[in-house]
């Protein structure tokens, strides 16, 4: 078994990982150490999608080199790629369309929510073309709902939001490439057929699908589900929260969400609140919330609600012993997650009928029935306390201070402190003068096959130590809070321009300096980062491509990562990749992807002005990242 500490750089995480050992519970580190990985499937060349397979391509010309079916290993790469990117986009698709459906009912009064980010709403009906003149806010409510639905219906044109929010060049590229999508599950419906066996087999035709959907994704998924979640709950503000397992309270009734949609978790908060009185019944001093992946950041971001850890280690709050409840919606939910519960007290209750595991608990969850689910959830969490085992529990002793909520609305607020008619100048002009160098994104996940959050601290290390600029989303940002950069005290780590920065800002804010990285939400919240980049190329004139900056996932798992990276590649954002993509096995589509040969006739960097830079080692990605925005900056003359 390997050493927990090469598992992990979270010491709570690793005191885990051995009482799991000593009480016998395998992990998903675990199983990760034990399943060898295929040498097609890395590669991309195994192929399952008709009954004549399974295929695969030998590499380097060694035996078969096509399927039965003729395809050779760029249309198999190809294939596979485009259904990753449609299994990322149908996840925030999906998502969109719930909080769509959940601010109908809460205006007909069939859903027990409060409409609380009114200026948002008036915001997007103007961008929308809505006259809002006189207009009461569930009328607005009404036909801004109206314009998302129609971008799961329309038949001409192209997506509402992406014409909301995309930049005007963006988009003038991406219409003459013919790659306006009309509606989201047209495209979704029309990759699927088009990946079927024996339909799209020209690589290059698929690659440019793959982008067209990425724009759904982009657009009719992640914009549209922070937007009108913003509309719902509100839009994030500076908060200030803590992180690491021991946000776990041994004497409260704690209870961990998880998942990525907020309307099931804001309402778990809101019974804690009102049930606070039941605790002291079965002994507990009170009830405890605690966050998990983007559940948690949605929490984090507008609650200030601590998170307890990130993906790969989501079993561990588990493992604590004093865990009443483990709370979850969908995406990114081990289903091993049972398997450890059933050795605890806790409860592992899914809520989602779309997405049940076999053994937990599943107490549906509605909108129209949020207010009784989430009761009886809490009312659960309560009555198991007083089931725990007292020879099980040992919490994790370790806490980080974090601050979080960096909505653009923020930044630029933060901004105005120090220049109010133009808040976004001193920024420009940072970069500008160099004291900035650039602004990194580092988003994604963790990822049980490599040394958890190593990557994602190492490059923002190296990053930061270099004036880059570092804003953060999803699983990433947790690893950043987890070791303190997204605290002032992390500014020890900054090059000298960078923290000058951060210092005058903060102070002209009242802070004693802004943390060295930004935390900006969830994974659908990287549509704030997008909206960062537009507002920014809009100032400057250029486009989102000419701009000083990447993104960046080194330690992801997700295919939504695959298909964000896609769409900010599609932006013309170069995006590191710090885990395989399992796109190797094709020189073409490692070549349009990465434009590693110089001469190849397409490339993304060509068409948009973005390439994915596949590089493990986090150090090394830095330098990579850097050159290239130091190529940006020299074409802008700066
Ligand atoms: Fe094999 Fe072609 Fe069928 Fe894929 S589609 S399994 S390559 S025959
Ligand atoms: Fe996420």
Known sequence: QPDVKDLTMDTGVQQMLEKAR??????????????TQCGFGSQGVCCRLCLEGPCRIAPKGKG?????????????????????????????????????HALIETIEGHAPYQIQGTDKLKCLAQGLGIDIEGKEINQLVKEVTAKALEDFQKQHGTL???????????????????????????????????????????????????????????????????????VMFGTPRAVKAQYRLGVIKKDMVNIAVHGHVPLLAEKVVEWAGKLEGEAPKVGAQGINIVGVCCSGNELLMRKGV???????????????????????????????????????????????????????THIEFSTEKADEAAREIVMRAISNFTKRDPNKI?????????????????????????????????????????????????????????????????????????????????????SLGKFGLLSPDGLK?????????????????????????????????????????????????????????????????????????????????????GVNPQVTGSELVTNVLTAAKEDFPITTDALFGGKIIYEEDSVKAAELIIERIKMKRKALGI
């Open 22 to 35: 000593e009480e016998g519970i395998e992990t998903a580190f675990d199983r990760a150490a034990k399943m």
């Open 64 to 100: 078969p080199q096509r399927g039965v079916c003729g395809a050779d290993a760029d249309t198999i790469v190809a294939r596979n790629l485009y259904q990753h990117v449609m299994q990322g986009t149908s996840s925030h698709v999906e998502h969109a369309r719930e909080i769509v």
């Open 160 to 230: 509402n939001w992406l014409k909301l929010k995309s930049h005007e060049k963006n988009f003038q590229n991406w219409e003459a490439l013919n790659l306006l999508p009309e509606n989201a599950h047209a495209e979704i419906a029309k990759s699927l057929a088009r990946t079927v066996m024996g339909a799209d087999s020209d690589p290059a035709n698929l690659l440019m699908g793959t982008v067209k959907l990425s724009l759904v994704d982009g657009f009719a998924g992640l914009h549209m589900s922070t937007d009108l979640q913003d």
């Open 306 to 360: 601590n998170v307890a850890t990130n993906y790969a280690s989501q079993e561990m709050p588990i493992i604590t012993g004093a865990l009443d409840a483990m709370v979850v919606d969908i995406q990114c939910i081990m289903p091993g997650l049972q398997q450890v519960a059933q050795c605890y007290h806790t409860e592992l209750i899914t809520t989602i009928p779309y997405s049940k595991i076999s053994g937990a």
């Open 394 to 478: 040992s919490i994790p002793e370790e806490i980080t201070e974090a601050y979080a909520g960096f909505s653009v609305e923020q930044i630029v607020e933060a901004l105005s402190a120090v220049n109010k008619s133009d808040p976004l100048k001193p920024l420009v002009d940072s970069i500008a003068s160099g004291s900035i160098l650039g602004a990194v994104a580092i988003v994604g996940c963790t990822n049980p096959r490599r040394k958890q959050d190593k990557y994602n601290v190492e490059l923002v290390m190296e990053l930061i130590k270099n004036n880059v600029l570092v804003v953060a989303t999803g699983c990433s940002a947790h």
């Open 493 to 577: 780590y900054c090059g000298e321009g960078l923290r000058g920065v951060l210092t005058a800002v903060g102070q002209a804010n009242g802070l004693p300096a802004l943390p060295p990285a930004l935390h900006m939400g969830s994974c659908v919240d990287n549509s704030r980062i997008a909206d960062l980049l537009s507002a920014l190329a809009g100032y400057l004139n250029v486009g989102v491509k000419d701009l000083p900056v990447a993104g960046s996932c080194p330690e992801t798992h997700h295919p939504k990562a695959l298909a964000i990276g896609t769409y900010f590649l599609a932006s013309g954002v170069d995006v590191h990749v």
